[in-house]
């Protein structure tokens, strides 16, 4: 009887198991929102891998700045091959004319207009200058051999190439980066002409009408590129593609559903008797900074009949050392390791320049991708001889221990990774994927691993780590699913979830977490698509709500970077603080503009009341959300100051940028202006907290005065003005929910109430314009001035808009947080954390739900 009880509670609890493993391939909720590119491999800036498509096989898989980062996936049922991640690279290209990153080529360069026959391979250039690619901004773009700098100015480029005739027998690509405007030609024939973006690594296919003007010898690539402000940057290459032509037959699956929650994405596929279920996770838990920050994630996959009848199984996943370099054409060393047992596929690049490249758009091209054989077998060798194998007898071909590609791509090889079910009705297993950046980031002179390696742990260690805890972090990461979406329906509706449920991984990868040399945790946001700088002051207000809702030890990891380097008298000397630390993932110096006021009050690309604000307002929420201080009397000597520079400024605002620093300076700005109020009124509760009535009623009473005046002097009738002078416009005022969420009513309830109905009549069809200059919108700052309706549904008038957007959107990128409301596409900005704002709703509600903002300490009574 005692054995037969032990059999039933074995039997149980197996069942339990079984139960759990099952759930794991099941999303929280079922979504309806489509995302123009959707989540695979998360973690920080550089390990961010996206699928900017409809289906998991209608492309390679990419970058957040779209640079392909191709991961394959393959199913073998009953001898038959689907593909359902992934696409079969459609070219092999090899250099005819190099772009710099292989060697800095020579050019004739001119930088005033020349006559229109420039372009014409027979034109005469002898008297312009021989200059060495690339051209453009030192530091903020890779390559510069050129310095070329001046806002609105051109640079003009002839480069020679030679063809060969078997070389013209094949599609030949063109490869260029450029910053802004530009166009090009060959052999004077128009090949595209882009209008202002700023694109690094575009690649187009040479036109038939193209491919006839070209000739055997000596052909002329003729280079226009305008730089309007900002970075300028000017590089181009041919190249020839030398791809074999496809034999392999192998089908498509057909995906059935796409479901994204917090930190899972959820797949399904029909792959002919059976259906296959794949999960993406990213372990990245607020409460947990060990499994935050450390770079692995989970890819688990389940088999399933479809017909009741069993099947022959097997599948493969495979990448390549594309992932570990900037550009296909770097040398890359390829092993496998064997650590503890266990064997490693190790990728990177030959160089390894640990943390020598910075900027935006770039990838990273040192450290090391592992991907370990648990649960299935791995190896490194030619990829059409791997697919072959695969498709041919279900089995992985035996490979090398270490393969070194040189700088042509065509040597690329696989890395892959095969799970055999054999003979099975219904199975599930699972596989790792991480990456070893080696050194994360620098900050103030000295270089950090990330918080997981804090304490000398190996990446292979927190493998072994992840693989003992599948099923226990798996379970977690459900939890999480749970809690943003519920949170978020709670606090809004159906959509707002499905929102919260796509910003969640987008803006955690955006960061970096890792604790300095005094051991204070710091966590620097990577400006993404919007100049890559670190630790971005006004990256960071926006992204807060997702932090203060659920760990304020990461809102203070962002704000601390910034208090210490200001500081310092020897790095920064000024009343206010600095827009960023430098370029990602360098934290040195402010690099977005020299710190001096210009003529007639303008601050160039500085933002001296923007970032004042943002640092008190912030470390004010922070430290009521604690309940105590401690953060602002560490650095309360910064925080008078920056108050101080507030009060004899934010009245009335110079010729300033704002956070919105793409419309352009703008003078008495009464946006920013609640900003400064806010700021004022935040540091007064900090003195409060602190037991310091005189100086809160000192400053509150400043906040109330210059609240009222603003709002006398801004009303233009049924709203209020962009700025104080400009009668007839107006804008989005999202710096008045701390007014809201604070329950200070610094302003009044007509004022708010005046100004959401007032933004109801501007609604188009995918949002509210952020202002009249423009009918372009934030999505954070729709969040936000949404928190000022007083009932739900008006809250979801406006928050819902946000989920049109990112749902009919045809831009395939990463959630776009700038767009045009009229045309649903996006503008510029992709992958960037700023979409923690969408959290303000759920910050606001379990804030006022508690009452703890309510001012009831015997200092108010004064300020009256």
Excluded at 32 to 51: K, Q, R
Excluded at 361 to 380: A, E, K, M, R, S
Excluded at 390 to 403: A, D, P, R
């Amino acid at each position: 009887m005692k054995n037969l009880l032990l059999f039933l509670i074995l039997a149980i609890n197996h069942l339990t198991l079984q139960a759990q493993v099952r759930s794991l391939f099941e999303p929280y909720k079922k979504t309806e929102l489509h995302l123009p590119a959707v989540p695979l491999i998360m973690n920080d800036p550089y390990f961010s891998i996206w699928s900017p498509y409809l289906n998991l096989y209608d492309g390679v898989t990419k970058h957040w700045s779209g640079a392909p980062k191709s991961i394959e996936g393959l199913l073998r049922v009953d001898g038959v091959t689907y593909r359902f991640m992934g696409k079969e690279n459609a070219r092999v290209l090899k250099p005819v004319a190099p772009m710099a990153d292989v060697k800095g080529w020579m050019a004739k360069v001119c930088y005033e207009k020349p006559e229109n026959s420039w372009i014409e391979r027979e034109f005469n250039d002898a008297k312009w200058a021989t200059q060495q690619a690339a051209f453009g901004t030192p530091k903020e773009y890779l390559n510069i051999n050129t310095p070329w700098t001046k806002e609105n100015s051109d640079i003009y480029i002839r480069r020679h190439f030679v063809l060969t005739k078997e070389e013209l027998k094949h599609d030949l690509w063109m490869i260029f980066s450029h910053d802004d405007k530009c166009e090009i030609y060959v052999n004077g024939i128009s090949v595209i002409e882009t209008g202002e973006t700023w694109i690094q690594n575009e690649e187009i296919r040479l036109s038939d009408e193209v491919k006839k003007g070209l000739r055997v010898g000596d052909n002329i690539i003729a280079y226009h590129v305008h730089n309007t402000k900002g970075g300028a940057n000017a590089d181009i290459g041919m190249f020839v593609d030398v791809k074999a032509k496809k034999t392999r037959n192998i089908e498509n699956a057909t995906q059935m559903s796409c479901e994204v929650m917090a930190t899972n994405t959820y797949y399904t596929f029909r792959c002919g008797g059976v259906d296959l279920k794949l999960v993406f996770t990213a372990p990245m838990f607020l409460d947990d900074l060990n499994l935050l920050s450390t770079p692995i994630n989970y890819i688990s996959y389940q088999v399933c009949a479809n017909d009741t009848r069993k099947h022959n199984v097997q599948i493969y996943l495979g990448t390549t050392p594309e992932l570990t370099v900037i550009k296909s054409t770097q040398p890359t060393m390829s092993t496998i390791q064997t650590v503890k047992g266990i064997d490693y596929l190790k990728a990177g690049s030959v160089e390894q320049n640990v943390l020598g490249k910075s900027g935006d758009l770039v990838c990273i091209d040192w450290g090391y991708l592992l991907l370990p054989n648990v649960n299935g077998n791995v190896t490194i060798a030619n990829q059409s001889i791997i697919e072959k194998q695969f498709i041919k007898k279900g089995t992985l071909v035996k490979g090398n221990k270490e393969s070194f590609k040189s700088n042509d791509e065509s040597d690329m090889p696989a890395l892959g990774y095969l799970h055999n079910f054999g003979l099975i009705e219904r199975d599930s297993s699972y596989m790792m994927i991480g990456y070893d950046e080696v050194e994360d980031v620098q900050f103030l002179g000295k270089r950090y691993k990330a918080y997981w390696a804090k304490d000398g742990k190996q990446l292979t260690d927190a493998f072994e780590d992840f693989h003992n805890n599948y099923n226990a972090y798996m379970q977690r990461a459900q939890l999480w699913d749970k809690k943003i979406y519920d949170d978020a329906l709670k606090a809004g509706n159906k959509k707002y979830a499905e929102v919260l449920s796509a910003s969640y991984r987008q803006t955690l990868a955006a960061h970096k977490l890792f604790v300095d040399k005094d051991g204070d945790v710091m966590y620097f946001s990577k400006e993404n698509s919007s100049g890559g700088f670190i630790n971005t002051v006004d990256v960071t207000y926006p992204a807060a709500p997702l932090f203060l809702t659920y760990n304020t030890e990461l809102e203070k990891g962002a704000l601390e970077g910034i208090f210490k380097y200001c500081a310092d008298s020897t790095r920064w000397g000024f009343s206010f603080p600095a827009h960023d630390l430098g370029f990602y993932p360098i934290a040195d110096k402010q690099k977005y503009a020299t710190c001096f006021p210009g003529v007639n009050g303008e601050f160039g690309k500085n933002m001296p009341i923007e970032e004042a604000g943002n640092m008190v307002i912030l470390t004010a929420m922070t430290c009521l959300r604690e309940g105590n201080a401690d953060l602002a009397r560490k650095y309360w000597k910064q925080l008078t100051q920056w108050t101080n520079y507030l009060v004899e400024n934010g009245q009335d605002p110079a010729n300033q940028l704002c956070t919105d620093d793409f419309a352009g300076h703008l003078a008495h700005n009464v946006n920013l202006s609640i900003k400064a109020i806010m700021g004022i009124a935040g540091y007064a509760q900090l003195a409060k907290m602190q037991g310091d009535c005189l100086t809160y009623n000192t400053y509150m009473n400043k906040a109330r005065e210059m609240a009222a005046i603003l709002e006398r002097t801004s009303n233009d009738g049924d709203h209020y003005r962009l700025a104080y002078d400009r009668k007839g416009t107006w804008s989005l005022k999202y710096n008045m929910v701390w007014d809201k969420l604070w329950n200070l009513n610094l302003f009044s309830k007509e004022m708010k109430e005046k100004e959401f109905q007032y933004y109801l009549t501007k609604k188009e069809q995918y949002g509210i314009p952020l202002d009249n200059r423009e009918r372009y919108t934030k999505s954070d700052w729709e969040m936000w001035v949404a928190c000022l309706a007083d009932n739900q549904k008006d809250f979801s008038q406006v928050a819902d808009l946000v989920w049109e957007f990112a749902d009919k959107t045809k831009n395939r990128v990463p959630f776009s947080d700038w767009y045009w409301v009229n045309s649903g596409n996006y503008q510029v900005f992709c992958g960037r954390s700023v979409l923690g704002g969408h959290w303000m709703k759920v910050l606001m509600d379990k804030c006022l739900s508690t009452n703890s903002f309510l001012s009831t300490k015997p200092c108010d009574s004064l300020s009256q």
